[in-house]
């Protein structure tokens, strides 16, 4: 009897909770631990208080002891490396010390303490406080000056720097409080939460207002405001996001921007739970996160995905007509000259295009392949310009063509993804010439018929077909996967990602087809 041997798994990074329990499912530990798991890390709790609540009431809570929140959070921090964590629903006085007193030792000796991020509940959405004035002391002496994020609502930020209820009430105001509270105590990152905020104010829109204490900058993150009921836990959400993205070694601005995104699209695709107002939908990222992780039967599960939504355009340009009468020897010469010419201006722009997505990379290692990538555009030129010689075409004749609409339309849609998106969408946009080519020509290596002396077009297959460009392909096919799976690819980031990539097919099977057109 044979037996399957388990692939040694990375662990995903590991982010600990400390909340409260809602038997609905909606908010607390429960609503942390969805976010967590969406967010593809390892989810841990310490659990405050136990309680007993639906999307209609809290019916009645019960207090878990100190000394139990502090063993729960001792145990879990001597054996697992903790990433991030995030503080929510804390009780009482005696707890939210408990807590502080056992972070701390717990990261005494550790030279890179993780992110602690607060969501301080202290104020019921009906304004009722959930802290009394000695909890509220110790929250703002004892655990505050601990977090690297904070993220109060209106009347949580009031609360906090002891203000009249309901006197935040503007951006300006919820600036000054995101000042006064990073200022006051020494946090990091402070974002003060606009959807409590009247609609007069900002109409359709919900503004978050980040500070950052280092730089003094203030930030608006600007949503769509959605007229929904299903909003219960959006805070404990918020705060679970956030240090899920920087437990996965988000920097701040990121992992605050991602979650902020993540809760208004999770409310957006929220479903009826219950008689009351009801939860957001921490899942909805995970089942439209439609690239999988890699496998041993499918290790490249991004580049396959492109593939199939071409729906058999894919097909049609790695088997072109183009490539197959290359592969023959049965091209007429003058078409495929045409074809060298554009290709090597193509390869000019396609050149500048690495030279941009070596701009816009965040690492030397991309960086260091897009220099690669553009030396290999210059040797791809020189075979041109050797491939014409053989016909008495000169550098000279290449240098001066006139550019083909094909030519142009493609370089610019690229250079336009490149400069409208991010990296990987610059990446997705000249993928299919990379992968194309590498594709073709080891389909078109499979046809030859004729011997090589007698095949005029045999070195340009085997330019495409040999080690060198195989091994482009496969650097380029790494790093679009490995910055694909950085990414919870799906809805409309997904979906414009397939369209960059059809385009580009498009017009791939376009630049061969015109050439082809002039033999007819």
């Known amino acids: 009897m044979s037996h399957l041997q388990k692939q040694e798994q990375k662990s995903p990074p590991a982010v600990l909770t400390i909340a409260g329990s809602d038997s609905g499912g909606g908010a607390g530990i429960q609503a942390d631990l969805k976010t967590f798991m969406a967010h593809e890390t390892y989810g841990l709790s310490v659990i405050t208080a136990i309680t007993a609540q639906n999307t209609r009431e809290v019916r009645s809570s019960m207090r878990v002891s100190p000394d139990m929140v502090c063993q729960q959070l001792d145990v879990v921090m001597e054996d697992i490396d903790v990433r991030a964590a995030k503080l929510g629903m804390l009780v009482d006085a005696q707890i939210i010390e408990a807590v ?16 602690l991020v607060i969501d301080p509940v202290m104020v019921a959405t009906s304004g009722q406080r959930l802290l009394d004035e000695n909890a509220m002391d110790a929250l703002r002496d004892k655990l505050l000056p601990l977090a690297m994020i904070v993220t109060p609502n209106l009347r949580e930020a009031e609360a ?14 919820m600036e000054k409080a995101a000042e006064q509270i990073s200022t006051r105590f020494n946090i ?56 899920a993205n920087l437990a996965k070694g988000a920097d701040w601005l990121e992992a605050v921007e991602s979650g902020i995104r ?22 909805y990222a995970v089942g439209r996160m439609a690239i999988v992780q890699p496998t041993l039967q499918n290790p490249y599960p991004f580049t396959e995905y492109l593939k199939i939504h071409t729906r058999g355009l894919w097909e049609k340009y790695i088997n072109h007509p183009f490539v197959e009468r290359a592969a023959m020897g049965t091209m007429d010469k003058n078409v495929f000259v045409h074809y060298l010419k554009q290709d090597y201006m193509y390869l000019k722009h396609y050149a500048r295009a690495n030279a941009l997505a070596a701009f816009k990379s965040d690492s030397l290692g991309e960086v260091s392949a897009m220099i690669e990538a553009m030396q290999t555009c210059v040797r791809e030129s020189e075979l041109h310009v050797e491939m014409c010689a053989q016909w008495g075409v000169t550098r000279e004749e290449i240098e001066h063509a006139e550019e083909s609409w094909n030519s142009v339309a493609y370089t610019r849609y690229i250079i336009d993804r490149g400069m409208s998106g991010d990296v990987l969408e610059l990446l997705v946009a000249m993928y299919p010439c990379l992968l194309g080519y590498g594709e073709a020509a080891l389909v078109a290596a499979g046809l030859q018929t004729r011997c090589e002396k007698d095949n005029p077009y045999w070195q340009w297959v085997c330019a495409y077909a040999g080690v060198e460009f195989q091994s482009a392909v496969a650097k380029g096919r790494q790093i ?21 990539f059809n385009e580009t097919v498009r017009l791939e099977i376009s630049f061969w087809s015109t050439a082809l057109e002039l033999a007819a």
């Open 262 to 283: 993540y809760v208004n699209e999770a409310i957006q695709a929220s479903y009826t739970v219950g008689k009351g107002a009801g939860p957001v939908n921490h899942a």
């Open 188 to 243: 990091a990152v402070t974002i003060v939460k606009g959807g409590h905020l009247d609609k007069k104010v900002t109409a359709d829109d919900m503004v978050d207002v980040v500070y950052e204490q280092a730089s003094g900058k203030v930030r608006h993150i600007v949503s769509p405001r959605i007229d929904c009921r299903n909003t219960h836990g959006t805070g404990c959400t918020l705060s679970a996001a956030i240090a």
């Open 100 to 115: 502080a007193e056992s972070w701390t030792r717990a990261i005494k000796n550790t030279s890179h303490p993780p992110p």
């Open 160 to 173: 906090i720097l002891k203000m009249t209820p309901g006197i935040i009430n503007s951006i300006e105001g």
């Open 480 to 500: 679009i996967e490995r910055l694909a799976q950085k990414e919870m690819l799906g809805g409309a980031r997904l979906a414009r990602l397939v369209t960059t």
